[in-house]
């Protein structure tokens, strides 16, 4: 449970202008559609993935790092990774029974075989869409364990997009098609509750000395 009290103490340190901001972003956020990136060696990819899902306002990405380390890079990131939620995994494994256990069918994005085309994707069933390296692909558990397949469009020669525009090109549509439905996408109240609680301890520069001082005179 949210401490409304704790809250409402942080979010007077904000202007008003910036609490409408949240607000009016929060009202178009979803976990409806989460973002899995598997195994990105170049982590500016996996970076500019956040930015579109900050963008575009989906609330998770989940990042597998099973053979390459990385670390957000903020320059492409854009701060996005401040409102975001970022979740890491060690494994593919641990990464996809995560998701299925919180409701989400596992969609793997892949030119390369019969995939749904991106227009008739059905954007009303909790879906996490996973996206793989540049050159391999997803791994071949992802495609063992995938619900279903996903492809975008093309009429060139060329077989695939980075990593990075595919996202960008897919959680756009999925996400503009999602709020043309009936189906209860947005955060639930305590989700957005959350999220202002975190969001107004990220927009507060002194942070620590402020949570101290209020906690000491609690």
Known sequence: MIDLDYLNYLEDFLTEKRKERFQKVLNNRTNHFTIAVEDVFQFHNTSAVMRSCEVFGIQEINIVEQRFGKNIDKEIAM??????????????SN??????????????????????????FDVTKKSA????????????EVMEQADGFLKIPMVGFTESLNIS????????????????????????EDETLEKRLLWAKNSIKDIKRIEERYFSEK
């Open 79 to 92: 701060g996005a990774q401040k409102w975001v939620d970022i979740n890491k995994f060690e494994n593919i």
């Open 95 to 120: 990464c996809i029974q995560t998701l299925k256990s919180k409701g989400y069918h596992i969609i793997a994005t892949t030119p390369h075989n019969d995939s749904c085309l991106l227009q008739e």
């Open 129 to 140: 869409l996973f996206f793989g390296t540049e050159k391999e692909g997803l791994s071949q």
């Open 165 to 188: 525009v595919s996202a960008a090109i897919i959680i756009q549509d999925i996400t503009t098609r999602l709020r043309q439905t009936n189906v209860n996408w947005k955060l639930s």
